[in-house]
């Protein structure tokens, strides 16, 4: 079956460092969907990027990603930390639908002053 | 945004006993779903609905849970009875359409703890 693995549990940076979360995956679909999923304490966890296609890069509020789906990576990057970016981070993947989505173990990532 | 809605945010009961976990969908929305996150490991998928039907289950969906979405009221996770092993934070997450192209908005959880 699909899988995500997410080899970071914890990371803490200094603010203004750039960050990047590692996210590799596997499945047997070719048009599967990778997303970044972004939980904050006492909140639902919501969508942060989403993307199918490979090599194209999909930024959202200050975050970006590329598919390469060569490698089966969808890393999440951001150019300089803030305080708020604090939070649970996770890679999930879904293959032919919507319907059922795999999430990786998650990443905490930690931003200090 | 469109917000989710879980009632009750934390549940203790006793091994055996029934629970009920309840799930407040945004209003429009129509295929609803269930995740099961046991503490330090990930979210995993339990069961998606539509239409009053069970679409996909896992094989964490056990025999000794229920789905139900009752006249459009509140989308259920039964558990009857308990076991140890359930406890876990449950989401509930729902979406206005299926495929790819829809996004699934999750609610905050739902702590069971079974003693």
């Known amino acids: 079956g699909d899988s995500v693995t997410q080899k970071e549990g914890l990371v803490t940076l200094t603010e203004g460092l750039p960050v990047m979360l590692n996210c590799t995956y596997q499945?047997?679909?070719?048009?599967?969907?990778l997303f970044w999923y972004v939980h904050y304490l006492n909140e639902s966890p919501r969508l942060l990027l989403k993307?199918?296609?490979?090599?194209k890069r999909t930024e959202h509020q200050g975050f970006h990603a590329t598919l390469h789906k060569s490698s089966s990576s969808f890393h999440l990057q951001k150019s300089s930390a803030q305080l708020s970016d604090s939070a649970l981070y996770y890679c999930?993947?879904?293959?032919?639908?919507?319907?059922?989505?795999?999430f990786g173990a998650g990443t905490k990532l930690t931003i200090k002053p | 945004g469109p917000k989710v809605l879980q009632i009750p945010s934390h549940q203790i009961i006793d091994m055996g006993q029934m629970v009920t976990l309840n799930c407040d969908p945004v209003?429009?929305?129509?295929?609803f779903y269930w995740y099961k996150q046991i503490l330090g490991q990930q979210m995993e998928f339990l069961v998606n609905?539509?239409?009053?039907?069970?679409?996909?289950k896992s094989k964490l969906f056990k025999d000794q849970f229920s789905v139900e979405r009752p006249d459009g009221s509140y989308f259920t996770l039964k558990i009857q009875p308990t076991a140890l092993e359930d406890s876990a934070v449950y989401f509930c997450?729902?979406?206005?359409?299926?495929?790819?192209?829809?996004?699934?908005?999750f609610g905050p959880g739902t702590r069971l703890t079974v003693l």
């Open positions: 997450a729902s979406s206005r359409d299926w495929g790819n192209y829809a996004e699934q908005f």
């Open positions: 499945t047997i679909y070719s048009n599967a969907f």
């Open positions: 993307s199918s296609t490979d090599n």
């Open positions: 999930a993947l879904s293959d032919d639908g919507n319907e059922k989505i795999t």
């Open positions: 209003s429009n929305h129509l295929y």
């Open positions: 609905f539509y239409n009053g039907k069970v679409m996909e």
